[in-house]
């Protein structure tokens, strides 16, 4: 079982009790109702899927009902830290080494590769 931390009840409880809310820190145009049909779809439905950390939004719903922020590794599914919703968004220097950089394969995930698909020298 998965817990996440709640920073509003200060408490780690089963994921059961939250759900996920997408992407955190999304900035809302200044004027919404002047923009175009093409930024508006850029803004409101098209999202990045990295592979790696990444910062979302998360609502406790059986518990305080508050929504708050994680940083979460999509691999793993590991969450290195929740904030409250408005705190600014942590350096990923400080959450992990390397997590600004994307995650690439490591040389020995590269050499099985290669090898299961007849490349290996």
């Not at 220097?93 to 698909?117: C, V, Y």
Request: hydrophobic content about 30%.
């Amino acid at each position: 079982m998965l817990l996440i931390y709640c920073p509003y009840c200060e408490e780690e409880r089963s994921e059961l009790e939250f759900r996920n809310a997408g992407d955190a820190h999304i900035v809302r145009p200044a004027n919404i109702a002047g923009i175009s049909d093409e930024e508006f779809e850029e803004y409101f439905f098209l999202r990045d899927n990295p592979k790696g950390l990444i910062f979302e939004r998360w609502r406790h719903i059986h518990g305080c009902g508050r929504f708050f922020n994680a940083a979460r590794d999509t691999v793993s599914d590991h969450f290195y830290r929740t904030y409250k919703a408005g705190e600014p968004k942590p350096d990923p220097s400080t959450l992990l080494p390397g997590a600004s950089e994307p995650i690439a394969p490591s040389q020995s995930e590269q050499e099985q590769t290669a090898q299961k698909e007849g490349f290996a020298e």
